[in-house]
T-cell receptor
Framework: AQSVTQLDSQVPVFEEAPVELRCNYS??????LFWYVQYPNQGLQLLLK??????LVKGINGFEAEFNKSQTSFHLRKPSVHISDTAEYFC????????????FGQGTILTVHP | KAGVTQTPRYLIKTRGQQVTLSCSPI?????VSWYQQTPGQGLQFLFE???????NKGNFPGRFSGRQFSNSRSEMNVSTLELGDSALYLC????????????????FGEGSRLTVL
């Protein structure tokens, strides 16, 4: 079984400031890691994913994440945020044999202030 | 290319009724998963279908059921609705080739928001 902990439920930040959303996971097997974003009244959109290889993963909208196996973390970062980045962000894991089943964290609401 | 389509987008039911939600996956995608999203429990996996067969199931009572048709479209049904079933139900499809270690990304629809009164 897997579990995901997003360490911050809410993160306020000013426009053009850097941001880090933290995610830790637990699993007894190898997993794939994902970050999704959800805008109000919409579904989930994939920001980036880690499957294997380089531990630094770049995604859409200027986001990147780093996989740290020893610390079982997959933190999401953006060097300069925009108002339009205001949304809820979800970290998720999936085992390599788990068909269609993502285990999500509780979400982090990112609010970007002008 | 059309995305994942869910219908209806919004619906209101009363306790004890049943509801059926529909999901049309992206063309060519054979895997369809369903998730329940609530403020208290977050995003929880319901079940996943591939080629009309349920391959994976979450920890929900038997009142929650689903099926997949030969064209990969899927439906989920909730019987004897309870107030706690009020939620956003999300469907996701994946280009799953069926092999072990599949890395298929899940593409989500916009969801069906169910309110139970």
């Amino acid at each position: 079984a897997q579990s995901v902990t997003q360490l911050d439920s809410q993160v306020p930040v000013f426009e053009e400031a850097p941001v880090e959303l933290r995610c830790n996971y637990s699993s007894s097997v190898s997993v794939y890691l994902f970050w999704y974003v959800q805008y109000p009244n919409q579904g989930l959109q994939l920001l980036l994913k880690y499957l294997s290889g380089s531990t630094l993963v770049k995604g859409i909208n200027g986001f990147e994440a780093e996989f740290n196996k020893s610390q079982t973390s997959f933190h999401l970062r953006k060097p300069s945020v925009h108002i339009s980045d205001t949304a809820e962000y979800f970290c998720a894991v999936r085992s390599r044999t788990s068909y269609g089943k993502l285990t999500f964290g509780q979400g982090t609401i990112l609010t970007v202030h002008p | 290319k059309a995305g994942v389509t869910q219908t209806p987008r919004y619906l209101i039911k009363t306790r004890g009724q049943q509801v059926t939600l529909s999901c049309s996956p992206i063309s060519g995608h054979r895997s369809v998963s369903w998730y329940q999203q609530t403020p208290g429990q977050g995003l929880q996996f319901l079940f996943e279908y591939f080629s009309e067969t349920q391959r994976n199931k979450g920890n929900f009572p038997g009142r929650f059921s689903g099926r997949q048709f030969s064209n990969s479209r899927s439906e989920m049904n909730v019987s004897t609705l309870e107030l706690g079933d009020s939620a956003l139900y999300l469907c996701a499809s994946s280009l799953d080739t069926g092999g072990v270690g599949n890395t298929g990304e899940l593409f989500f629809g916009e969801g069906s928001r169910l309110t139970v009164l």
